[in-house]
């Protein structure tokens, strides 16, 4: 009824409105309605409030699952107390401390992540495969009080100059003791994400407490969590979907069942984790979900609620998760770092519509806005403007940005908001459609954010690189084109020493020159062009097997990489290979030669030789 009232007053409007215009009151009472969310109250407004109500449920429930046992709430709220205590009394870490955390999916980071927060301090989550050059940015820009480690990282980090806490030999030496007794402070920042930077250096999101308690408040009450509920944690923690992912389970007396890190996204690890562990809800990327759900589509057998999140979700993906899985709801969450993870979410149904983001979450709004930053009429697309509680505190160290990118309007009524770079627009149900990026210096790979600008600045930074241009190929993967004297394999090496293995271009393209516009600069379009060309042609060895295992493995490739032209000394990645398409060729080797190839393993021999 409001779709059909708006439209049949404004119905001669332009698509968008423009800066001048005096809004009739009852159209950005429409509007407002239709942007923003009904208000949800809760009194925990801090992570540290929300932990303790959940510490305080009764009965000993177990937190985690993972590869050393289970560990109970009792016991996880009194080690991160009294790991808390001794950060406060002995590390001096409290209120307004930054500390990074550089552990692999275990007890053990969660245990750290939960110290952090009960001392009052902000945690900065790292990961252990990042080179040195991007941690020791992290690290610097933060300017880091302390580094959570485990032993085996202990000579990798000396280099950056800021203390190591080795967790997990000074865990077990811990003596019992309460977290320390701090003010409640909903400002206060909880953690710092470091998302990609066009500028060629990762840029932090500082995120308050105030911000992602409206997410786990909101996630709680639509998942309807319970302590009975057990999650498949799947994201990364140093991706942001991980922090919601985690947290909102732990805040409501859930278990997170942890897979082993380099082996969460391989079938059979999987599959004998759930046969031990029935778990009910895990949150995945689309992509991801897509492989899985081709492999081994029993793997979701049981399962209540799946959750996508990171990029698009295509309308074949919901027409195979319910041809699997009809009884299974599934959800699709939308919202960048800057607004607390979440700014959308919608049940996906199989009614064939195109995938909906849904509607705001509580106590937040979602504007479709044009670019004078004024609301546009429900059914024209602009961009989308995300607010309300979720919406950070900035950008750590850069007031420019913050500025550029975090905005109030008279109409907004001095609330400030984030302008997210995506299209969308209201469809006629109230429902968010998302029709991609404004531009095309921010793409998304796997569900992962990424300046296209951070690869090119990384790229000429090599010496023998004149020129540099990064963009998406044809299948949705990052193609990097350059020209200079450096070889193809020199840059690879190059980028693989710097830059995390999510921002690995697919395909490297050395050009003599780069085709440019009538003004002069690069037409980048006609040079991922060419550069894609560039890439098909390079030659495979086409090296026959020889023996009966190399021509299973050899089969398998070219069926999940559909290149006939792969032979036994091809690099896996040349080939157009990735971490999405290693879970279907670890699943196809263990089907057919009984044999366990972990990711690792495939990283490190990336070759059927």
């Not at 932090?204 to 509920?229: D, F, K, M």
């Not at 627009?425 to 990424?450: H, P, S």
């Not at 020199?490 to 003599?512: D, H, I, K, N, T």
Request: a negative charge; hydrophobic letters at 40%; one cysteine or more.
């Amino acid at each position: 009824a409001m779709w059909a009232h708006c439209l049949g007053r404004f119905d001669r409007l332009e698509q968008s409105l423009s800066v001048d215009t005096v809004y009739p009151a009852e159209l950005l009472r429409d509007i407002r309605e239709m942007s923003c969310a009904a208000p949800i109250p809760f009194d925990a407004t801090t992570l540290i409030e929300q932990l303790e109500a959940s510490f305080s449920m009764p009965g000993d429930r177990i937190a985690v699952r993972d590869a050393e046992g289970e560990l109970s709430y009792t016991d996880l709220d009194r080690l991160s107390s009294s790991l808390a205590a001794h950060l406060a009394t002995t590390m001096g870490i409290g209120p307004g401390a930054r500390v990074g955390i550089m552990l692999p999916r275990s007890r053990r980071m969660l245990i750290a992540l939960l110290a952090v927060i009960r001392a009052g301090a902000s945690f900065v989550p790292m990961s252990c495969d990042w080179s040195s050059s991007r941690c020791a940015d992290i690290l610097r820009q933060t300017q880091a009080a302390l580094l959570m480690i485990d032993s085996p990282m202990m000579m990798d980090v000396l280099e950056y100059g800021v203390p190591a806490y080795v967790l997990d030999l000074q865990l077990p030496t811990l003596m019992d003791a309460p977290a320390p007794a701090l003010p409640r402070d909903p400002e206060s920042v909880a953690y710092i994400m470091f998302t990609s930077g066009s500028s060629g250096t990762p840029k932090g999101v500082e995120v308050r407490h105030r911000n992602i308690a409206n997410t786990l408040a909101w996630r709680r009450i639509c998942y309807g969590l319970q302590p009975s509920h057990v999650n498949l944690q799947i994201p990364p923690m140093y991706f942001d979907s991980a922090i919601e992912d985690v947290l909102s389970f732990l805040v409501s007396g859930s278990c997170l069942l942890l897979p082993v890190d380099d082996q969460r996204l391989q079938v059979d690890h999987l599959r004998g984790l759930l046969a031990r562990t029935q778990a009910t809800h895990v949150m995945l990327v689309p992509a991801i979900y897509q492989r899985l759900l081709a492999t081994e589509p029993a793997l979701f057998e049981g399962f209540e609620c799946i959750t996508l999140a990171g990029e698009a979700v295509a309308e074949s993906l919901v027409r195979e998760h319910f041809r699997h899985h009809p009884s299974v709801r599934l959800f699709n969450e939308y919202g960048p770092t800057e607004n607390a993870v979440c700014s959308t979410a919608a049940e996906l149904f199989d009614n064939g519509q195109p995938p909906s983001i849904g509607r705001a979450i509580a106590n937040t709004f979602v504007y479709v806005v044009d670019e004078a930053l004024q609301p546009v009429v429900p059914g024209c697309p602009g961009e989308l403007l995300v607010g309300g509680e979720g919406v950070a505190k900035g950008y750590l160290g850069n007031e420019e940005l913050t500025r550029e990118r975090f905005v109030s309007s008279d109409w907004l009524r001095g609330e400030r908001a984030y302008r997210t770079g995506d299209r969308g627009r209201y469809a006629e149900d109230g429902a968010l459609e998302y029709l991609g990026r404004i531009d095309d210096t921010m793409v998304k790979v796997n569900g992962v954010r990424i300046e296209l600008g951070e690869i090119e600045s990384c790229m000429l930074a090599h010496a023998q690189v004149m020129a540099a241009v990064v963009g998406l190929d044809e299948s949705g993967s990052l193609l990097a084109v350059f020209t200079g004297s450096a070889s193809e394999d020199e840059l690879r090496q190059w980028l693989g020493r710097r830059l995390p293995q999510y921002m690995w271009p697919r395909s490297v393209a050395c050009l003599q020159e780069l085709p440019l516009l009538g003004n002069g600069k690069v037409d980048r379009s006609r040079a991922l062009a060419d550069g894609q060309r560039h890439a098909m042609t390079q030659a495979k060895s086409g090296i026959a097997p020889r023996t009966a295992t190399e021509a299973v493995l050899v089969e398998v490739w070219r069926d999940v990489l559909q290149d006939p032209g792969i032979g036994v000394t091809d690099n896996y990645f040349r080939c157009g290979g990735d971490s999405i398409r290693a879970i279907q060729i670890t699943a196809a080797i263990a089907h057919s030669l009984g044999v366990t190839v972990s990711m690792a393993e495939l990283y490190a021999l990336p070759s059927v030789e």
